[in-house]
């Protein structure tokens, strides 16, 4: 199988996600612009959106997601992002990683995220 690869909007050192086969596998994701000055929950909000968009040039969507790595920089804002990740998943409860990092890129990005899809009927 040959990998499709969706290039990232704003780097073409990595691809935003890439197929092979029905697994999809998007690149950690952190919020962009403006949405970069949010809270940490508009900041999550953002991030799934970004990886929702990713998913459709794939031909998957948010309910293919099986897993998720998050990145947090500080433990306090658990709550906020589990928020908006259950909000995003609703049923799937993709299985989860939470990882504490002293920093991210860009350095004002408080949480990054990642995501597994397996493209299924149903």
């Known amino acids: 199988m040959s990998p499709q690869a969706i290039r990232s909007r704003?780097?073409?050192?990595?691809a935003?996600?890439?197929?092979v086969g029905n697994h999809v596998f998007v690149s950690g994701t952190t919020a962009r612009g403006s949405d970069l000055d949010c809270d940490v929950f508009a900041q999550a909000q953002s991030v799934i959106g970004i990886i929702a968009e990713a998913l459709q040039t794939t031909g998957a969507e948010l309910r293919h997601v099986v897993r998720t790595v998050v990145y947090v920089t500080n433990m306090a804002d658990i709550d906020a992002v589990a928020r908006a990740h259950g909000e995003a998943f609703g049923a799937v409860r993709p299985a989860s990683t939470l990882v504490m990092v002293a920093g991210l890129t860009p350095a004002n990005a408080r949480v990054e995220i990642e995501a597994?899809?397996?493209i299924h009927d149903g």
């Open 10 to 14: 704003t780097s073409t050192c990595y």
């Open 16 to 19: 935003r996600a890439v197929r």
């Open 116 to 118: 597994t899809a397996i």
